[in-house]
Every structure is written in structure tokens, then in C-alpha cells.
């Protein structure tokens, strides 16, 4: 019980930000999209594309890596981060030349501008992941919820200043490179303040033995972030970016709900990496619980989302953006399959069983390019989203069998009945309610799932005060 109280407070702070946040970022987003129009909108999402694919040249699966050596070795905290300074440094400079070379060969979509903007955001990016790998191996997600919080109200501010300015999508750009900068300084603040302030070092032959280490994270790294980003650049290429911009405006909507499981499973990474090996016990029952939090969330916003998408699409992005509906609708079916694959992912790498995780995400990724690009040319942007949920699908599959081959089912089939059947309800009583407003919609579902969940006894009282709890000195 101790290490699933600790896991659901540490998650708490990694979730309540981007939830609190979670309206004004919907606002902003709307208000890009609107201000650029779906041609620049695609050709944002193109660029913040790039910076995902490039990012792993810049860390070479070294952040899963630290974390999981400092979770092991907490006393080695400075002396890791030290390390991952210098070296991912280097590595974002080696980033920055490929970029550099390939977006001059390959596009002349981008302006000059654009590209160096791009540029620093990967760097920054590579310095801050080094404290906040720092900090969420010491389980400080307070800090590391504080970092990205900042960042998020930075990107945010900046935005509505550059629109209000009538900025172009230079001026939007550079609010997420600001907002990527606001993140190395907080997070190295705060990370000095919690551990030690850092020695500068020189960059030694000796540092390269952790990328030996790290090179299985490194290619899972590289294969999810190729399956995640690789959409929206087939996309532009294949049908130009106001149809990215269509695709990016209803994919966009689903991301908001990333740093929910993710906070979920990161949480869940350090305190994983020290249970597989001394409680299998503790560690079936603590997955368990993460699994039954994670549907419970996802599912009624599949749902929800599945019957509202056209009245959500007309209220934030406008008319302009209406055909993203139907891409929205097969999206929200992927919801709870990202946040089960999510949490598997995390669970089965800091398990030390990151070489079967990359066997079956290579093999998940190009099935899921050849789904793309299939579904690209046969039905547009529509057949786009429909690739990303069986790509999903090809995913969650294996994963769900490597862990059950350790530790049994992840989940009750009574909590998993229990689920269902509230969403059943919930999904008939928002069918009836079709003709009323958005919010009554929304508000009135939301309150039924929740009163379903708590009577059908999938979440009890109890769970809640654990969560809530106050961390005792001991822990």
C-alpha cells in the first residue's frame, strides 16, 4: 500500500497540471488554429513534427535510462545528471547539423527562421530532460509537475501575445522555443535546490559507455516517436498542409490528454524499476490499480468525445475546421488504447524488459507506416485516423501479452464488467440528450459516470483518501 499511495500522489501532481491547464490550453490552441488558418496550422504541426522525430538524436534513450539508474541509486543522483549534461549536449549538437542539412535538403516548406527556432528548441529541450530525468528518478514529480507547468503557461502567454500582436507563425514559434527555455531554467533550479548544484565537465570517452546501455531505449524511443509523429508528415506530403491542418486540429484535441497517462506512468517508472525484482506481489497489485485509474479516465472520454466531436470541433476551432469531426470521432476510440499502451509500455521497460518491447514496437511501427499510408491514399485524412487506432491496436495486443506472461491480467474482470457497464449507460443517456447544448451534454455525463463508478464500487472512498493523503515523513 506504501508504494501505490506514493505512486498515486506522485501522479497527482504530474496530472493536475495539465488538467487545470487543460481549458486555457484548449483556448489557445483554438485561437492558433483559427489565426494561422489550416494551411499554417498544418505547417505548425509539420514543424513541431520535426522537432519530435529529431528529438531522440539528442538523447539516444538515455532518459528512460537515467531515471531508472537513479531510481536504483539515488545517492549517484548528481553524478548521473552530470554526465547526461555533457553528453546530451554534445548530442544536440549532432541533432542540430542533421536538421540543419535535412530540412535544407529535403523542404523548402520551412523558412530559415523557422528552422533555427526549431533548432534551439532542441536544445533546450535536450538540457532540461536532463533535470527532469534527475527529478523524476528522485520522485520529485512536485518539481517535475512545477517545470512543466511553467513551461505549458509560458507557450500559452507568449501565444496570445503574438496573436494579439497579429504575429505570423514565426511569433507562435518561438512562444514554444520560449517556452522549451523556461523549462531548462526552472527545472535546473529546482533540481540544484532539491539534489545539488552541478559541476560542469568535460566530455570524456568514459561517458559514452552510458549510451551502451541505453541504445535498446534508444531504438524503442525512435520507433514510437517515428509511429506518433510520422501522420502528420505523410500527411503534408501526401495531401498538403491544409489537409494536416484538418488531421493536426482533431489529433491536437487528443494529445491534451497525453500528460494524463503519461503522468500516470511516469510516476509509475521509478518505483516499478525497484519493485520487479523484490515484490512481485506488490508490484501486480500496484499495476492493477494504475490499469483500473487509467480505463476509468479514458473510456468515458472515448465515449463522450465519440458523441460530441461534431459540436466540439464547431465550438473550438470554428467552421473551417468541420471536416476534422469525423477524424475526431475515430481518434476518441484510441484513447483508452494509448492510455493501456502507455502504462504497459513504462511498466515492461523499467521491468528490464525493454528488448521485447522493442521487438514488438518495431514490428507494431512499420505495420502501422504501411496502415498510413494505405489509408492516406484509399480515404484521406479519414483513413489517417483510422490507421493511427489499428496501429494502436497492433501495439496494445503484445504488450497486454508480455506483462500477463509475468504477472497475470493487469485488471479484474469484475472492475473491467464494472467499467463497461457504466459506459454504457453513460454513452445511451448521452445518445438521448443528442439535441441539447455542448455543456449540459458534457456535464450531465460526466456525473453520471462518476456516480456509476463510485456505486458500482470500481472507485471507492477509500482509494480517494490514499490519493489524497498527506505524505508522511517516513515515505
Known amino acids: 500500500?506504501?508504494?501505490?499511495?506514493?505512486?498515486?500522489?506522485?501522479?497527482?501532481?504530474?496530472?493536475?497540471?495539465?488538467?487545470?491547464?487543460?481549458?486555457?490550453?484548449?483556448?489557445?490552441?483554438?485561437?492558433?488554429?483559427?489565426?494561422?488558418?489550416?494551411?499554417?496550422?498544418?505547417?505548425?504541426?509539420l514543424l513541431l513534427s520535426y522537432a519530435a522525430l529529431f528529438s531522440p538524436i539528442s538523447n539516444l534513450g538515455l532518459r528512460p535510462y537515467s531515471v531508472r539508474e537513479i531510481a536504483?541509486?539515488?545517492?549517484?543522483?548528481?553524478?548521473?545528471?552530470?554526465d547526461m549534461l555533457v553528453l546530451r549536449f554534445s548530442l544536440a549538437?549532432?541533432?542540430?547539423?542533421?536538421?540543419?542539412?535535412?530540412?535544407?535538403?529535403v523542404t523548402d516548406q520551412i523558412p530559415l527562421q523557422l528552422v533555427a527556432l526549431?533548432?534551439?528548441?532542441?536544445?533546450?529541450?535536450?538540457?532540461?530532460?536532463?533535470?527532469i530525468d534527475g527529478l523524476c528518478g528522485v520522485e520529485s514529480m512536485k518539481s517535475v509537475a512545477t517545470s512543466m507547468g511553467a513551461s505549458g503557461i509560458v507557450v500559452q502567454i507568449t501565444s496570445v501575445l503574438a496573436i494579439a500582436l497579429n504575429g505570423d507563425l514565426l511569433g507562435v514559434v518561438?512562444?514554444?522555443?520560449?517556452?522549451?527555455?523556461a523549462m531548462l531554467c526552472i527545472s535546473w533550479?529546482?533540481?540544484?535546490?532539491?539534489?545539488?548544484?552541478?559541476?560542469?565537465?568535460r566530455l570524456h570517452h568514459h561517458h559514452w559507455r552510458h549510451i551502451q546501455k541505453s541504445w535498446t531505449?534508444?531504438?524503442?524511443?525512435?520507433?514510437?516517436?517515428?509511429?506518433?509523429?510520422i501522420d502528420v508528415v505523410l500527411i503534408n506530403s501526401l495531401l498538403g498542409a491544409h489537409a494536416a491542418g484538418i488531421y493536426g486540429s482533431a489529433q491536437a484535441l487528443i494529445q491534451r490528454l497525453d500528460p494524463v497517462y503519461d503522468g500516470i506512468a511516469t510516476a509509475l517508472f521509478p518505483r516499478v524499476a525497484n519493485l520487479h525484482t523484490e515484490s512481485a506481489q506488490e508490484l501486480k497489485e500496484l499495476v492493477r490499480g494504475a490499469f483500473k485509474i487509467v480505463l476509468v479516465i479514458s473510456t468515458p472520454v472515448a465515449v463522450g468525445l465519440y458523441g460530441v466531436a461534431d459540436d466540439v470541433i464547431a465550438v473550438i476551432f470554428g467552421a473551417q475546421y468541420q471536416d476534422s469531426a469525423s477524424v475526431l470521432r475515430i481518434l476518441a476510440l484510441s484513447v483508452p488504447l494509448s492510455f493501456c499502451y502507455g502504462l504497459l509500455f513504462e511498466v515492461l521497460r523499467a521491468s528490464r524488459q525493454e528488448k521485447k518491447v522493442?521487438?514488438?514496437s518495431t514490428v507494431a511501427t512499420i505495420l502501422s507506416m504501411g496502415y498510413m499510408i494505405v489509408g492516406i491514399k484509399l480515404f484521406g485524412v479519414v483513413g489517417a485516423a483510422t490507421a493511427y487506432l489499428m496501429g494502436l491496436i497492433t501495439l496494445v495486443i503484445p504488450a497486454t501479452i508480455a506483462y500477463c506472461k509475468r504477472l497475470g491480467s493487469p485488471i479484474a474482470f469484475s472492475d473491467i464488467v464494472g467499467i463497461a457497464t457504466a459506459n454504457l449507460v453513460m454513452g445511451g443517456i448521452l445518445w438521448l440528450m443528442r439535441d441539447l447544448h455542448l455543456s449540459i451534454k458534457i456535464g450531465v455525463s460526466a456525473i453520471i459516470f462518476g456516480v456509476l463508478i463510485v456505486a458500482l464500487k470500481i472507485i471507492t472512498l477509500a482509494m480517494v483518501k490514499t490519493i489524497l493523503g498527506r505524505r508522511k515523513a517516513s515515505s
Not at 526549431?118 to 533535470?131: E, P, R
Open 1 to 45: 500500500m506504501k508504494s501505490a499511495a506514493t505512486v498515486a500522489r506522485n501522479s497527482v501532481w504530474l496530472i493536475a497540471q495539465p488538467l487545470i491547464m487543460g481549458v486555457t490550453s484548449l483556448v489557445v490552441t483554438a485561437l492558433i488554429a483559427r489565426h494561422l488558418g489550416a494551411n499554417d496550422y498544418g505547417i505548425l504541426l
Open 72 to 82: 536504483v541509486s539515488r545517492e549517484r543522483a548528481l553524478e548521473i545528471v552530470e
Open 93 to 105: 549538437l549532432v541533432a542540430v547539423v542533421i536538421v540543419a542539412i535535412y530540412l535544407g535538403l
Open 118 to 131: 526549431l533548432v534551439l528548441q532542441l536544445v533546450f529541450n535536450a538540457l532540461a530532460g536532463c533535470f
Open 174 to 181: 518561438g512562444a514554444y522555443t520560449l517556452g522549451s527555455a
Open 189 to 201: 533550479y529546482l533540481f540544484s535546490k532539491l539534489v545539488g548544484a552541478f559541476t560542469l565537465r
Open 217 to 229: 531505449f534508444l531504438l524503442q524511443n525512435l520507433v514510437g516517436t517515428v509511429r506518433a509523429r
Open 358 to 360: 522493442l521487438r514488438f
